[in-house]
């Protein structure tokens, strides 16, 4: 079976909500990633725990793509 990555994304500089999503790709620094139409730029990830399993804990930081 492969990883499940459960990911707190939050966006940084402005008041926008940002996610808890599941997926099956690990994010990586630099990934365009899309939230509720708009696109936001993965600045940091951080492990949040030891995996449990398949499932991966990461908290990711991200800031809107530029226009």
């Given amino acids: 079976m492969s990883a499940i990555y459960k990911v707190s994304y939050v966006v940084v500089g402005e008041t926008h909500p940002g996610a808890i999503l ?4 690990k994010p990586a620094v630099g990934d365009h990633i899309t939230l509720g139409g708009r ?3 993965v600045l940091e990830i951080v492990d949040l725990m030891p ?3 398949e499932f991966h804990f990461l908290h990711a930081t991200l800031r809107p793509a530029p226009a």
């Fill in 22 to 25: 599941n997926t099956e790709h």
């Fill in 51 to 53: 995996a449990r399993g």
């Fill in 39 to 41: 696109e936001f730029i």
